[in-house]
């Protein structure tokens, strides 16, 4: 049972900075209210392997690839956890017109757990949706509220 999610949101300020601080999961503690820690365990110049805490306790090891050129991410659970038998995320950003800022895409690609009747995936994309656009404004504020406060200018 294949799920998919898009969700996309506007965020004003640097672009650039945006797509990094975002991307680097070092921050994801602080971006995201779902976690509560990051261990990298192993990054390269466009690759980290880490291990993801989330604050009910779930633990799982995740890849991201970016590619900085063209603004996109793929990322990967590299541990299955219920209730997904698999999951893929690609994060794209495009700058808006006279630079002001960017939007900034979401796609969820997963597969459920074979215990999961057919119809359940649509009630976890509802969730995943909900959830992924809280996440989403959260960020949003957290990153418009440090441009304007000149903290990730410089």
């Excluded at 820690?37 to 390269?44: A, D, F, G, M």
């Excluded at 009630?123 to 949706?129: V, Y």
């Excluded at 909900?130 to 000149?150: A, F, V």
Aim: net charge positive; hydrophobic share 35%.
């Amino acid at each position: 049972m294949k799920g998919y999610v898009e969700n996309q949101i506007t965020i004003l300020g640097d672009c650039e900075k945006i797509f990094e601080y975002t991307n680097d999961v070092l921050n994801w503690s602080e971006l995201f209210d779902e976690y509560e820690t990051v261990k990298v365990l192993l990054k390269t110049e466009n690759e980290v392997t880490f291990t993801l805490r989330h604050k009910n306790g779930n633990e799982w090891t995740s890849k991201r690839i970016t590619n900085r050129s063209k603004m996109k991410v793929r990322g990967k659970r590299m541990t299955s956890m219920f209730p997904f038998s698999k999951m893929d995320i690609y994060w794209f950003y495009e700058k808006l017109p006279s630079e002001i800022g960017c939007t900034m895409c979401w796609i969820q690609i997963f597969n459920l757990d074979e215990s999961f009747a057919e119809h359940e995936v649509y009630r976890m994309e509802s969730f995943l949706n909900k959830n992924t656009r809280k996440e989403m404004k959260r960020i949003k504020n957290i990153l418009e509220d440090k441009w304007k406060n000149d903290i990730i200018r410089k």
